[in-house]
């Protein structure tokens, strides 16, 4: 399994991107130098979808090899999102201090959180703010940050409570900057999926400085387990998950050991094991020493790996249905069956798979009696939708 193969799969513009990120970062094996280069139009929206322009090396510092075109698109989207990045830096310092003040415990995720732990500040793109609370402090959270400016989005407006029986974070927008904000209430939308719920504020927590604050973030182990977690809940379809991943995989300082300790403890062991592989062929990076040791983990990850490697610039949404498409219905099946380290939670892949979602609850508006029937409309979009997605495959 290496990127050479895959590449065949991939587009020009992504092959390039992912090129040009291993030719300037250090721990990473070289490739070849690329036979033609990609249109700026295609690399403009590859870098787009796949949010790799603040990963890679500044535009200005590139040699006249690689061609003017490609490197003014990646000025033009580099500088708009360092301001981006500036100003959720200073977002982020505003509302951990509000929150802090007054009294709520708050962890920040994913994001600037993570890249700082590696000295990478500035070096990734975050299209909102991820910060936990405790959901008994939900109500409090949210006054505090009305405060500052931040107005609920979308349904989550019209009724935060019921909003959260079915999502783990409520989506915030502040009124004058944009800046966007999700306040999780959990770590995933069913606590099963990653239980490391009230431990969290007990036994995982680091601290980041941004902006001049301390801000509470995961532990290095436990961030680059749930980065694994994440990535692998949306398919891995933009590679700046895994560029997350290759920054743990390169650091002397992690503690591998205790990364692999809590992925088992969690049940995601093999989740961890699937970012690490792809990290691997698509991005260079070796794989740590204690995870190379873990030759029955790997076994079992290779297969999931090989079938996704493929697939990493062709999903057009992390939702499974483009997957499942290219998989095979019955083979992503198989697929989600894999990722699952234990016999509950492969117990669990189905019924996850089955709850309604608010595109469903959307789609068919029923009373709160009915609600019950929303299962059955699950069932009906999930198989609608897939033969439309393999009927525009085939066309």
Known sequence: MTVENACATWSPAFGYLLWLWRQHDPAAAKLPAVATSPDAVAFERSLAQHRM??????????????????????????????LQSLQQT????????????????????????????????HRREACDI???????????????????????QSDAACDPVEYCRYNHALPLRHRDTGVVLELHLRLANHERQFPLGQQIWRDHLGTVELGGVH???????????YAAFH????????????VDMAHAMGSAELDWEAVLALARRLGVERQLALSALLAEASLGIALPAALRQQTALLRKARPVAAAL?????????????????????????????????????RLH???????????????????????????????????????????????
Do not use: N
Not at 135 to 144: M, N
């Open 90 to 121: 200073a977002a982020i310092g505003e509302l951990v201090t509000a929150l802090q003040q007054a009294g709520i415990r708050c962890c920040l995720l994913k994001g600037l959180g993570y890249v700082a732990q590696f000295g990478r500040l």
């Open 309 to 345: 490697l493929p697939c990493l610039d062709a999903l057009g949404s992390d939702r499974g249905a483009d997957l499942a498409v290219r998989l095979g219905l019955f083979a992503y099946l198989r697929h989600l069956l894999s990722l699952q380290s234990t016999w509950r939670g």
């Open 130 to 152: 991820d910060v936990l609370i405790e959901p008994q402090a939900s109500q409090q959270a949210l006054s505090a940050l009305a405060a500052l400016g931040y107005v609920l």
């Open 215 to 225: 801000v509470p973030t995961l532990s290095p182990p436990a961030a680059v387990v």
């Open 231 to 242: 990535g692998t809940k949306h398919h891995w379809h933009r590679a700046f998950w895994l």
């Open 53 to 82: 322009a603040l990963a890679l090396p500044a535009a200005d510092t590139l040699g006249p090899s690689i061609p003017v075109a490609l490197r003014q698109a990646l000025r033009r989207r580099q500088r708009r999102l360092l």
């Open 349 to 395: 892949v189905l019924p996850v798979l089955l709850v309604p979602t608010d595109m469903d609850r959307q789609a068919v508006p029923l009373p709160r009696a009915l609600h019950w029937a929303y299962f059955g409309v699950r069932m009906f979009r999930l198989v609608k939708q897939h033969l439309l997605k393999r009927r525009q495959m085939q066309g």
